[in-house]
């Protein structure tokens, strides 16, 4: 390359349209789906990294690739956006039956067969720390993850909520994000109540407290600050939630690894029995006091 990169204009259609003798890696090559929860960066800042790759005479992080254990099919997880500005550069990234091919092989990493909750936890490592995200791009994502609200986690009546194991609350998703738990909860609301306006969001076009004012300070249970009674019960139901999550984990190891040792298993078994009876007891100690 001689250093010149494409305007911003001429970016936007470059990876539309490309000559008919060559194909792009997005052709043949399949970005993970919970990759693809990211947003792509726009042609302005895919044209900084571009010149930046450049510059550098190449990547500083591999592009990362795995097996999906769930379906067995070959994705990239990490490095999309790396890829696009790489052809961008003119880098010709794979040959005429998909193959990866030049320079572009010795930055491709592949990490071997992953379950979905394993990229997950790669990916929001990798792109919430490296990416340059907004808060509102953030807190997006994070009403994205979230699949409980905190009203789901309080007690119904005279009835415990009941919360599935794998639940993520917009605490946690927020805390996971590096955004307030208030920023996802307008987030949820946006995403409700106006979901034609995520894109916009997702893509740094409009911020989700903009959009979350235009919709007005409705009755939303959502946006409604809990008391310090409802913050006990929150907390309390997490606690004994993750418990369990643990106790479920331990057992499934040794159910699993049938080839450990005896003695690793048995171990593993009064741990995991343990710490069943000391969450029995902190349950029981928990109805009581609140049985009227």
């Known amino acids: 390359m001689n250093g010149n ?3 911003g204009a001429q970016l936007k259609g470059a990876l539309m349209f490309r000559d008919n003798t060559s194909q792009s890696w997005r052709d ?11 947003p792509r960066l726009s042609p302005e800042r895919l044209q900084e990294l571009a010149q930046d790759i450049e510059k550098r005479g190449g990547l500083v992080h591999p592009v990362l690739t795995c097996t999906r254990q769930e379906d067995g099919h070959l ?9 696009d500005a790489c052809e961008l550069l003119g880098w010709q990234l794979v040959d005429d039956k998909g193959s990866w091919r030049g320079k572009i092989t010795s930055f491709i990493e592949y990490r071997g067969t992953k ?3 394993e990229v997950t936890a790669d990916v929001e490592s990798l792109n919430v720390q490296r990416r340059d995200l907004t808060a509102s791009q953030r807190a997006m994502l994070a009403a994205e993850k979230a699949n409980v609200s905190r009203a789901d986690t309080l007690r119904k009546g005279s009835r ?9 609350t917009q605490a946690q998703a927020a805390e996971r994000y590096d955004v307030s738990e208030r920023l996802v909860r307008e987030a949820v609301k946006v995403r409700r109540k106006a979901p034609q306006e995520v894109g916009a969001v997702k893509r740094g076009e409009k911020t989700v407290s903009e959009v979350a004012d235009q919709l007005g300070s409705d009755d939303d249970p959502e946006m409604a600050v809990p008391s310090a009674a409802e913050t006990e019960q929150h907390d309390l139901e997490l606690h004994f939630r993750e418990a369990a999550r643990d ?3 331990m057992i499934s190891k040794v159910l699993r690894h049938v080839d450990w040792p005896f003695k690793q298993r048995a171990w593993l078994c009064s741990k995991a029995a343990t710490k069943l009876a000391t969450l029995a007891r902190e349950l029981s100690k928990q109805a009581t ?4």
């Open 75 to 83: 994705y990239v997880y990490d490095g999309a956006n790396r890829l």
């Open 28 to 38: 043949c090559k399949k970005v993970h789906p919970l990759s693809a929860r990211f």
């Open 5 to 7: 990169v494409a305007s």
């Open 160 to 168: 415990p909520a009941r919360v599935p194991l794998d639940a993520v």
């Open 289 to 292: 006091s609140t049985t009227p």
């Open 115 to 117: 379950t979905d909750a």
């Open 247 to 249: 106790v479920r984990g």
